[in-house]
């Protein structure tokens, strides 16, 4: 009888100190981050007009048909091409962009816009990949890709 006794408060005792432990971590939380979050877009196409919405923007970017091509809402400049490669520059007070417009070899239309700096080198700061009916397959934010 002894023996049971003793068995029966050994058990008793190790549940108690298992239930003390997992007491003991509940005061602790622990989250992950991630260091990198990729952002989402929402592509919005209609008759005349592109609309791309990001996760990580609250304005959304307008694009507006005109002449086979789609020009930014903002300034009216050309921004998604499948007529010709293109390059444009704009000042924008003391920045300066450029945006490149061409042909892959696979069939896809790519819109390159840098930031420059001048003297120096410029950086890619967004990229979009469009085929010949303009539906865009990929869009690259923030590369900081520096291009000599």
Do not use: W
Not at 12 to 34: A, E, G, H, N, P
Request: charged share 25%.
């Amino acid at each position: 009888m002894k023996k049971n006794s003793v068995i029966i408060k050994t058990v008793l005792s190790m549940i108690v100190v298992s239930f003390l432990i997992q007491l003991s971590s509940c005061d602790k939380k622990q989250i992950r981050l991630s260091y990198y979050e990729r952002p989402s877009y929402l592509i919005t196409y209609s008759k005349n007009e592109i609309v791309i919405k990001s996760s990580k923007k609250k304005e959304a970017e307008h694009f507006f048909y005109k002449n086979g091509e789609y020009f930014n809402s903002k300034d009216s400049t050309l921004f998604f091409s499948v007529i010709k490669d293109t390059i444009v520059s704009i000042r924008n007070k003391e920045i300066t962009f450029k945006m490149e417009i061409e042909k892959e070899n696979n069939g896809l239309f790519k819109t390159t816009r840098f930031l420059l700096h001048n003297p120096g080198p410029k950086f890619s700061y967004s990229i979009y990949y469009y085929d010949s009916k303009y539906q865009i397959s990929k869009i690259i934010e923030n590369d900081l890709i520096i291009c000599k």
